[in-house]
C-alpha cells in the first residue's frame, strides 16, 4: 500500500526541533542552579599513589610512539637475509590473542 506524501512537514519538524532545544537549555539551566557553589576554602589533596600515577603518565608521555631502533634493526636483518621467525612462538602469541578476544566478547 502506498502512502501519497503531500506537502510538507519541515515547519512540523522544526517546532519539535526548537521545544526539544527549549527543554534542553531549561533543564540544563536548572541543573546549573542546583549545584553548590564552591568556596574560596576548597582543597584538594591527592593521594601519593594519585601522585605516582600522575608521574608514570609524564613519563609514558616523552616515550617515542615506535622504537625506531627496533624497527631499524629488524629492516637490516630483512635486508641482509638473517631474520628469523620462531614459529612456535609466533602461534603461541596468536593463540594468546584469541583468549584474549574470547575473555573480552564474552564480558560484554
Known sequence: MVNEIKGSNHAV?????????ADQTRNNAHATGNRTQGSSDDTV?????????????????????VDTQRVESIKNAIM???YTVNDSKTAEKMAQFERLLDTKIGND
Do not use: C, F, H, M
Open 13 to 21: 519538524l522544526s517546532g519539535l526541533a526548537s521545544q526539544q532545544q
Open 80 to 82: 641482509d637475509g638473517t
Open 45 to 65: 589533596n591527592l593521594t601519593d599513589q594519585a601522585e605516582k600515577l600522575r608521574a608514570l603518565e609524564g613519563r609514558i608521555e616523552k616515550q617515542p610512539v
